[in-house]
């Protein structure tokens, strides 16, 4: 951890916990690094929240970089109203035609940080997936472009300048955790409705800690994640009393609850007030791990993920062999898969001989990209 991102870490941690900074803590600092790292983890409004906290900056930094802080601040703000008010609209046009949801991650968790500091990129829900055709019909209606329908466990809508939509049939993509798509196939009979409304579903308050937690421990398994999914695990637990018990059961069902209880340790660890960051109680490995979140950023990276597959299978194969196997894996599909990534194939099984040309033509189009980065990747390992 370098100066840059352990200061980021402390204004970050003084935001939270709605602390004023300590200025002499930062006389020092580069604060245009520090803004690039915040970013970097979606959490530069939280942290100019701190920063536009301290009085006596002169020295600290320019009136032209104060300036720079407090418009990241307002921004953020106004966006998260605009971005309120649209996902509104989407909750509104979802209950009229009677079609179940159930609102996720951002859309609930802005609530427990101070009003617009909790950036998203995006609107997640979850939606009734038979009613697949009338959510895009409603989507488009309200003025969204079709970004990605029927081709993953959800659905993609833009609306300019910059509502990002994402309708989920499922919470998660079945590839490699199958226990979550068992865990929360009936996520809606086990959810209660929202008062006053007929068709928004809501999670208990376990139900949702537990939803964060699988949802970072997916990333954290994979691609990565950062700091802002700490900082919701931390001010989350910090709001609400939750059932340890409940919790336990859950996170073994689901074979989270080493990730789990690593990720929550260290969330508590780092954004308590009483620990300091020069010496933080972690063992080496736990050090690790929390460079590798400070590495990640807010989604992560294909590295990563990449990184992942290979050494589990190195520990018992060449290198040669892990890149086999590692082919061979991306290109198999279960049933399952199918029925979520490719729904048309799933439904027309006469269709399945053509289904790797559909996957090609997708590789070479929609994630071009990414495919080029994977195939360097594997040709330097």
């Not at 409304?197 to 999670?203: G, P, Q, S």
Request: glycine residues 4%.
């Amino acid at each position: 951890m370098n100066a840059t991102q352990k200061l980021t870490i402390y204004l970050l941690r003084c935001a939270l916990n709605k602390k004023i900074p300590d200025a002499k803590k930062l006389e020092n600092a580069d604060f245009d690094a520090i803004m690039s790292f915040a970013e970097h983890h979606s959490i530069s409004a939280l942290v100019s929240r701190a920063v536009s906290s301290i009085s006596e900056y002169e020295g600290l930094m320019t009136d032209e970089q104060m300036k720079k802080w407090k418009r990241a601040k307002n921004n953020a703000v106004r966006h998260f109203m605009l971005q309120k008010q649209e996902a509104q609209n989407v909750f509104d046009a979802l209950e009229e035609a009677k079609i179940a949801y159930l609102p996720l991650k951002g859309c609930i968790l802005s609530k427990y940080y101070e009003f617009g500091l909790r950036e998203m990129s995006d609107v997640d829900i979850l939606f009734d997936k038979t009613r697949q055709e009338d959510s895009r019909d409603i989507m488009v209606k309200l003025g969204y472009e079709i970004t990605e329908f029927g081709e993953d466990y959800h659905d993609a809508y833009f609306k300019p300048p910059m509502y990002n939509v994402e309708l989920h049939r499922y919470l998660f993509a079945p590839e490699k955790y199958p226990a979550y798509i068992e865990y929360y196939s009936d996520i809606f009979e086990r959810s209660q409705k929202r008062k006053g409304r007929e068709y928004e579903y809501v999670l208990d308050t376990d139900e949702f800690y537990i939803f964060v937690m699988t949802h970072a421990v997916k990333h954290f398994d994979g691609p990565g994640t950062g700091l802002r999914s700490l900082a919701d695990l931390y001010i989350y637990e910090k709001r609400e009393k939750l059932d340890e018990d409940r919790l336990r059961d859950v996170f073994e069902r689901l074979g989270t609850t080493k990730s789990a209880s690593l990720l929550r340790r260290l969330a508590n660890t780092v954004f308590d007030e009483e620990n300091d960051l020069d010496a933080l109680p972690l063992s080496e490995e736990e050090f690790k791990k929390l460079d590798f979140i400070i590495e990640s950023g807010t989604h992560g990276s294909d590295d990563h993920r990449l990184d992942k597959k290979i050494k589990e299978v190195e520990e018992s194969d060449d290198v040669r062999k892990a890149k086999l196997k590692y082919v061979r894996g991306r290109m198999k599909l279960t049933p399952r898969q199918i029925e979520i990534t490719y729904p048309f194939f799933y439904k027309h099984k006469w269709a399945r001989p053509f289904l790797i040309f559909g996957r090609i033509h997708r590789g070479l189009t929609v994630n071009r990209k990414k495919l080029h980065r994977e195939m360097d990747m594997l040709k330097k390992k």
